[in-house]
């Protein structure tokens, strides 16, 4: 089993910063993937960017440019820097880790809510 503990939500203006961490513990096999995904109010949860243990990196065309994914492998921790934040951002925070070999897992933490006033 694994654990995700996110951190790092609050509340902010629109145009600042934040910087979510999420930690994982258990039996983690060493090739994964880590993500952030987000649900707003009445809105679908909706990926918004993934990375895996090589480093490579993908974000969803909303947040490019503005948020960054990165992530300490001898910590198994994942980060989600975001900045020039907008109203629009405002959601639960989810941290997901996976892999498909040797057996398909998926993980999720708990949640964070960000908000961002405008």
């Known amino acids: 089993q694994v654990q995700l503990v996110e951190s790092g939500g609050g509340l902010v203006q629109a145009g600042e910063s934040l910087r979510l961490s999420c930690a994982a513990s258990?039996?983690?096999?060493?090739?994964?993937?880590m993500g952030w995904y987000r649900q707003a109010p009445g809105k679908q949860r909706e990926l918004v960017a993934l990375?895996?243990?090589?480093?490579?990196?993908s974000y969803v065309d909303s947040v490019k440019g503005r948020f960054t994914i990165s992530r300490n492998n001898a910590k198994n921790t994942v980060y989600l820097q975001m900045d020039s934040l907008k109203p629009e951002d405002t959601a639960v925070y989810y941290c997901?880790?996976?892999?498909?070999?040797?057996?398909?897992?998926?993980?999720w933490g708990q949640g964070t809510q960000v908000t961002v006033s405008s």
């Open positions: 258990g039996s983690i096999f060493s090739i994964n993937v």
């Open positions: 990375i895996t243990s090589g480093g490579s990196t």
């Open positions: 997901n880790m996976k892999w498909d070999y040797p057996t398909y897992r998926n993980y």
